[in-house]
C-alpha cells in the first residue's frame, strides 16, 4: 500500500472488541466516528460470585485444588453463624466429609477445584432459588386470605429497592487465598526518635503492638532489657500456620524478629563488655554478595519499651496467605473485644501481596476491608507499601529497559484508614524515595503512600535463615541488615506507639494519630505518589499536640 493513502488517525491494530464503536463508519472500518457514543462495555467492569482473581486461577489449575477465602452474607437469615454452617454443609457436599474448613469470622477457609468451586455456588444459588419459591407461595396464600383493603398502592421507588427482606444466598463472594510475603541504629536518629525518647520519655511504656509476621525471636538479647514478649493474660501469642502457638515466639525465617527489633526492644552493652555484632551485606560487583562486621555499644528500636504480641501468619519457610490474615486481624479483635476494651493498641502489618486493579475496587479486598474494620475499632494499623515500585517494560524494538511503576501500592496497604509507608534511606534528604517503593496513588486514585520511612539497609535482631546467611561471613553476628518497606512499616509503627505513650488521650483514636503524623511529617519534595506526606518524624509529632 502507498504510504501517502495511509490514514494517519487509524490505529494500525484493531481496537480490542470491549472498547468496539456502537456501530461502525461508513467505510466498514474500526474507527469510532465523531458522533458515535462513547465505546463501552459490560465486559470492563464486572461482578460475580467468584472473584476475578480466582477465575484466572480456575483457568489454569486443572484438577488441582485452590486455597480459597468465601466471603459470607453478613445479612443471611439467621446471621453469620447460619451462614457459615450452611457453607460448610455445602462444602462437604461438593467435596467430601474430610475437606478441611477453616471459620475466620465472616469467611470460611478452604481449598476447592474449579469443578468444586463452580458446584458450590450452583449449590447455593439453587437453595436461595427454593427458599424465595417457599417465601413467594407463602406470600400468595396470604394475600389471598387477606381482606379487601383498598385500592393497590404504587410500585415501590428506587430508593426503597433493597431494603426488603435478608438476601437467601450464604455466599457473597469467592477469593483466591491471596499468597502473602514478607515485603537500625542509625534510624532511629533519622525518625528522630532518640531524641523524643530523652525530651518526653517516650519509650513506648504501657503500649502493646501486634506483629503479624514469621514469629518472634523470644531468645534474642534485644527483647530481654524491657521484657517486649512477656505478656499478662489474656495476651497471648498465637501461631496462625502451625500445630502450636509456641511457634508465635520461634522465627526460621527470621523476617518477622527483625521488623520486630526495628519496632522495640533495645541491647545495651557496658564499657568493659564485648560490643555487639552486626552483620551488614555489600557487593564488590554485581552477584558478587559479601559479608562486613559492624561493632555496636548500643541499639534501640523506635519504641523500646512497647510490648510485643506475636501473631505467626508466615510458615517458616517464608510463604503465607490471606486466610491468615484475616484470622489474626480476627483475634485481635476479640482481644479487644470488638473495640469495648482495647488490650491491643496497634498492629503492624510487614506482608502483602501485589494488586491489580482489574480483580475488584481498589482497597474492598478481604483484607482491606477488616484492616479497616479494626482501625474503626480502635487500633492502628500500619503496613507496607510493597517493594514493586520497579521493574522492567519492553520497549517497541524488544529492548528491556528498567523504569518506575505507579499504582503499584500492595494490599493491604490500599486499605483506606491504615497508615501505609514507603520507604527511603536512611539519608533521605539526598537520597529521596528508593527506587523499589511501591507508588501511588492506589487504583481507584486516592493518595498512598501516606508516610515513608528509612528502609534501605536496616540493621536489627537477626535470627534464623537471614542470620545464617550473614554469620557465613560474620560469625558470632547477632544482628543483621535487611531491606524492604517491610523494614519501613516497624519505624512508623514503632513512632506512633512512643507517641501514643506519651499522649494516651489518643489511644482509641487511630484516626487522630494517623492525622498527628502526617501533619508533622517532613517534606522530602518529591512527589506524593512516592513520598505521600513525608518521612515521619517522632519529635515533631510530639510537639504538635
Request: negative net charge.
Amino acid at each position: 500500500m502507498d504510504s501517502d493513502s495511509v490514514d494517519p488517525g487509524r490505529p494500525t491494530e484493531p481496537l480490542p472488541a470491549e472498547f468496539g464503536s456502537a456501530e461502525q463508519n461508513a467505510d466498514g472500518g474500526d474507527r469510532a466516528s465523531p458522533l458515535s457514543p462513547v465505546p463501552t462495555s459490560p465486559s470492563l467492569v464486572t461482578d460475580s460470585v467468584i472473584a476475578r482473581p480466582l477465575q484466572e486461577r480456575m483457568r489454569e489449575s486443572g484438577e488441582e485444588p485452590i486455597g480459597v477465602v468465601i466471603e459470607l452474607r453478613t445479612r443471611y437469615v439467621g446471621g453469620v453463624r447460619r451462614a457459615q454452617s450452611r457453607v460448610t454443609e455445602l462444602i462437604r457436599e461438593v467435596a467430601d466429609a474430610e475437606t478441611p474448613v477453616w471459620p475466620i469470622g465472616s469467611y470460611v477457609s478452604t481449598a476447592l477445584t474449579a469443578a468444586q468451586i463452580r458446584a458450590l455456588v450452583a449449590a447455593d444459588a439453587e437453595e436461595a432459588e427454593e427458599v424465595a419459591q417457599e417465601q413467594a407461595e407463602m406470600e400468595a396464600g396470604l394475600a389471598e386470605q387477606a381482606p379487601y383493603s383498598g385500592p393497590a398502592t404504587e410500585e415501590p421507588s428506587a430508593s426503597t429497592v433493597g431494603a426488603g427482606p435478608a438476601p437467601r444466598s450464604a455466599i457473597h463472594r469467592i477469593w483466591p487465598n491471596f499468597e502473602v510475603q514478607p515485603l537500625i541504629h542509625r534510624s532511629v536518629v533519622t525518625t528522630k526518635c532518640q531524641a523524643a525518647h530523652r525530651a518526653f520519655n517516650a519509650y513506648g511504656q504501657d503500649i502493646v503492638w501486634a506483629v503479624l509476621d514469621s514469629g518472634i525471636d523470644e531468645r534474642h538479647g534485644h527483647f530481654q532489657r524491657h521484657g517486649n514478649l512477656a505478656l499478662t493474660p489474656p495476651l497471648a501469642h498465637r501461631s496462625f500456620v502451625g500445630d502450636s502457638d509456641a511457634e508465635a515466639t520461634r522465627d526460621v525465617a527470621g523476617h518477622g524478629t527483625h521488623v520486630a527489633g526495628i519496632l522495640a526492644g533495645e541491647q545495651i552493652v557496658a564499657d568493659d563488655q564485648d560490643p555487639l555484632t552486626a552483620a551488614t551485606f555489600y557487593q564488590p560487583e554485581a552477584g558478587d554478595l559479601r559479608t562486613e562486621r559492624l561493632r555496636l555499644r548500643s541499639i534501640s528500636g523506635m519504641a523500646p519499651r512497647c510490648r510485643l504480641l506475636s501473631c505467626k501468619i508466615l510458615r517458616d519457610d517464608g510463604s503465607g496467605d490471606m486466610a491468615a490474615v484475616l484470622a489474626a486481624l480476627e483475634y485481635i479483635q476479640e482481644l479487644n473485644d470488638h473495640g469495648r476494651e482495647l488490650l491491643v493498641h496497634g498492629v503492624n502489618l510487614s506482608v502483602g501481596y501485589p494488586f491489580d486493579p482489574t480483580w475488584f475496587a481498589t482497597g474492598l479486598s478481604p483484607i482491606c476491608r477488616e484492616v479497616d474494620r479494626l482501625v474503626q475499632s480502635g487500633v492502628v494499623v500500619v503496613a507496607a507499601a510493597g517493594n514493586t515500585g520497579y521493574g522492567y517494560v519492553i520497549d517497541a524494538g524488544g529492548r528491556r529497559m528498567r523504569t518506575a511503576f505507579d499504582l503499584t501500592i500492595n494490599d493491604p496497604g490500599n486499605a483506606e484508614l491504615a497508615i501505609t509507608v514507603g520507604a527511603t534511606s536512611c539519608r533521605p534528604h539526598a537520597s529521596g524515595v528508593s527506587y523499589f517503593s511501591s507508588k501511588g496513588p492506589t487504583g481507584d486514585g486516592r493518595a498512598k503512600p501516606d508516610l515513608v520511612a528509612p528502609g534501605e539497609r536496616v540493621i536489627s535482631a537477626g535470627t534464623g535463615r537471614l542470620l545464617d546467611q550473614a554469620r557465613l561471613g560474620v560469625p558470632g553476628a547477632t544482628y543483621v541488615e535487611n531491606s524492604g518497606t517491610s523494614m519501613a512499616a516497624p519505624h512508623v509503627s514503632g513512632v506512633a506507639a512512643a507517641f501514643m505513650s506519651v499522649h494516651q488521650e489518643f489511644i482509641g483514636r487511630p484516626h487522630r494519630v494517623k492525622r498527628a503524623l502526617l501533619d508533622s511529617a517532613t517534606d522530602l519534595g518529591r512527589d506524593p505518589s512516592f513520598q505521600g506526606r513525608g518521612l515521619v518524624d517522632a519529635m515533631r509529632a510530639l510537639q504538635s499536640v
